[in-house]
């Protein structure tokens, strides 16, 4: 792949299809794709912001709307008709599916699942292989008709392997321990563990391993 000037870097093996704006400064790796149509998305246009890097094997859906400085993993798929801000990284292996928010830099670790109508604030961050579900009735006649996403507020955080129930709120700086299955909202601020989780602790009472006043988290 080579670069000149402001151009887009698109290595020859990758396929950028109709509809697709692609932003100064990007870069998309061998066998990625960008602009896949879909039933619910066959003419939208995918716009995208400056400086964003699409690394090998990643699909991205026609109709996503995506700010600058989009960083994927290898094999990251992105539905149709996302809204994504800027600086957002999402991992390798991670799916996000349609009609998806993720708010300026939002974190998505590798192996992460987020379906459709889920939201993410600014700053949310998702660590491996978190699994977000929102089908309160999955896989019976009416499913789609109860479907429900998640909403993970500014900055809270989703410790590895958790998972969090249709329709569950976390608030504004909370914490989900790692594996911990979310079944009702956790307050801001607060850390939730377990299965289902439970509050543990306040976030402003964790402290680094060894003792000392500094906060992890001094600003929630």
């Known amino acids: 792949m080579t670069r000149q000037m402001n151009a887009p870097t698109i290595s020859p093996l990758a396929q950028i299809l109709a509809g697709v704006s692609l932003g100064p400064g990007s870069i998309v790796e061998a066998f990625a794709i960008i602009g896949v149509p879909s039933a619910a998305a066959s003419d939208a246009p995918t716009v995208i912001g400056p400086k964003c890097q699409f690394r090998s094997h990643t699909i ?10 989009l960083a994927t993993g ?3 798929m992105l539905r149709e008709l996302n809204e994504i801000g800027n600086d957002v990284s ?46 309160k009735l999955p896989s019976s006649p009416r499913a789609k008709d109860f479907l429900q996403g998640v909403h993970i507020e500014p900055f809270a955080r989703i410790g590895a392997n958790s998972t969090l129930l249709p329709g569950v ?9 790692a594996g911990s299955v979310v079944t009702s909202d956790v307050p801001a601020g607060q850390v939730f563990v377990g299965n289902p989780a439970r509050p543990l602790k306040a976030v402003a009472d964790l402290r680094y391993p060894g003792g000392g006043d500094a906060l992890p988290y001094p600003n929630g």
Request: net charge positive; hydrophobic share 45%; charged share 15%.
């Open 74 to 76: 290898h094999f990251a």
């Open 60 to 69: 991205v859906y026609a109709g996503n709307r995506i700010g600058a400085n």
């Open 90 to 135: 999402i991992g390798t292996h991670s799916t996000i599916e349609h009609h998806v928010v993720l708010r300026d830099r939002v974190r998505i670790h590798s192996h992460a699942f987020v379906p459709e109508f889920s939201i993410l604030e600014e700053g949310a961050w998702i660590g491996p292989s978190v699994c977000i579900t929102n089908a």
């Open 169 to 177: 709120r976390i608030g504004r700086g909370a914490i989900v321990g």
